[in-house]
């Protein structure tokens, strides 16, 4: 389920590679971005994406499956099952810090309910959906959130390790693919900007952080490959002013689009790509529509979110049928929760007839 904040039109993502090093960020022939990459290198095309390039494996949330998201275990597995990209979901601490979390609230992800000195902070925010009482991460400063340990939102879930994983730091995260470029591994971020419209309205400006954050760990340098995406058309623009960083523009599927008064066109899309909810292309009768080749013809990326091995899209028998039905559209690139099925799937795929 998608989450809006009521101060915006803010979508927060409930949705949303190969052994050896990370394909490139893939842009578009038009608009010209600069990947914070270094550049593909021209190869027969055997796939339907923009690039004729294999899609991208996006770990979503690490390999959320299996460990509780948004942790250095989860991207760590993630890593070594081969994914392409690790995707965290950045919000903000009272103090300005950036750290990987799935919504603004507290609740779903971490411990902190079972923390007596953090009673007082529980309140109620207004949402689309309702008000919600939780815990929110701009009440609490990075030293306090350091107490906290995560936990497996997912009910079915393994839940082994719950209340044993830190929260973990953009820096944190930086640091972990820099490590990993120098030892050969290359993994690129894909990051999403959770709430930026909120955090600007009590003073806490995401962009900066974010750029800043990568030019100190020196990202560009070590060849690491960076998506930024988010819900937010403003917040993507003022990335843009800023940054050649390829953008994803997140898209909200139906019904919901309309129902939130959040219809984007792919007429209005500027950025390099957009991130598509995958009902937009998988049909409940296990065909595909053509969403994908109409946004390939304006010159846009499509990734696609979020396939998952315990809850397959309808008209679909598991999660294998549903990805290679995506290839088979035409995706630029796919986020799950289990990567390494992905990893597979892609690998059977590539070398298998097309």
């Given at each position: 389920?998608?989450?809006?904040?009521?101060?915006?039109?803010?979508?927060?993502?409930?949705?949303?590679?190969?052994?050896?090093?990370?394909?490139?960020?893939?842009?578009?022939?038009?608009?010209?971005?600069?990947?914070?990459?270094?550049?593909?290198?021209a190869e027969t095309k055997t796939f339907k994406s923009l690039t004729g390039e294999a899609p991208i494996i996006i770990a979503h949330r690490g390999a959320s499956g299996l460990?509780?998201?948004?942790?250095?275990?989860?991207?760590?597995?993630?890593?070594?099952?081969?994914?392409?990209?690790?995707?965290?979901?950045?919000?903000?601490?009272?103090?300005?810090?950036?750290?990987?979390?799935?919504?603004?609230?507290?609740?779903?992800?971490?411990?902190?309910?079972?923390?007596?000195?953090?009673?007082d902070r529980k309140k109620v925010r207004q949402t689309p959906f309702g008000d919600r009482e939780d815990w929110w991460s701009d009440d609490f400063t990075w030293e306090e959130l350091k107490t906290l340990k995560a936990r497996q939102?997912?009910?079915?879930?393994?839940?082994?390790y719950?209340?044993?994983?830190?929260?973990?730091?953009?820096?944190?995260?930086?640091d972990l693919v820099t490590e990993q470029a120098k030892k050969g591994r290359t993994v690129g971020l894909h990051i999403e900007a959770k709430w930026p419209s909120h955090f600007s309205s009590v003073g806490l400006d995401m962009v900066d952080p974010i750029l800043d954050a990568m030019d100190v760990k020196g990202l560009k340098a070590a060849g690491i490959p960076v998506y930024i995406q988010c819900f937010?058309?403003?917040?993507?623009?003022?990335?843009?002013?800023k940054s050649d960083i390829p953008l994803i523009q997140n898209l909200i599927g139906p019904p919901y689009d309309k129902m939130l008064g959040m219809e984007i066109s792919l007429?209005?899309?500027?950025?390099?790509g957009v991130g598509a909810n995958k009902t937009m292309i998988l049909n409940e009768d296990g065909t595909t529509t053509d969403y994908i080749n109409q946004a390939h013809d304006k010159g846009l990326l499509v990734h696609v979110f979020?396939?998952?091995?315990?809850?397959?899209?309808?008209?679909?028998?598991?999660?294998?049928?549903?990805?290679?039905?995506?290839?088979?559209?035409?995706?630029?690139g796919v986020w799950t929760d289990y990567p390494g099925t992905a990893v597979d799937v892609l690998k059977n795929y590539e070398t298998a007839e097309q």
């Open positions: 389920m998608k989450y809006l904040l009521a101060v915006a039109p803010v979508l927060l993502l409930a949705a949303c590679g190969q052994a050896q090093d990370t394909k490139t960020a893939q842009t578009p022939v038009a608009p010209q971005a600069e990947a914070n990459a270094p550049e593909t290198q460990f509780p998201e948004h942790t250095i275990k989860a991207y760590e597995t993630a890593i070594e099952q081969g994914a392409d990209f690790i995707e965290p979901d950045l919000v903000m601490s009272s103090d300005g810090v950036l750290f990987a979390n799935h919504d603004g609230y507290l609740s779903d992800t971490t411990d902190i309910a079972d923390h007596p000195e953090f009673a939102r997912v009910e079915g879930r393994d839940q082994e719950n209340d044993q994983l830190n929260l973990v730091s953009f820096d944190e995260i930086l937010e058309p403003q917040f993507l623009a003022e990335v843009a002013k007429d209005d899309v500027t950025t390099a979020t396939v998952r091995d315990d809850e397959p899209a309808p008209g679909f028998a598991d999660s294998r049928a549903e990805l290679r039905a995506l290839f088979d559209a035409g995706a630029d």
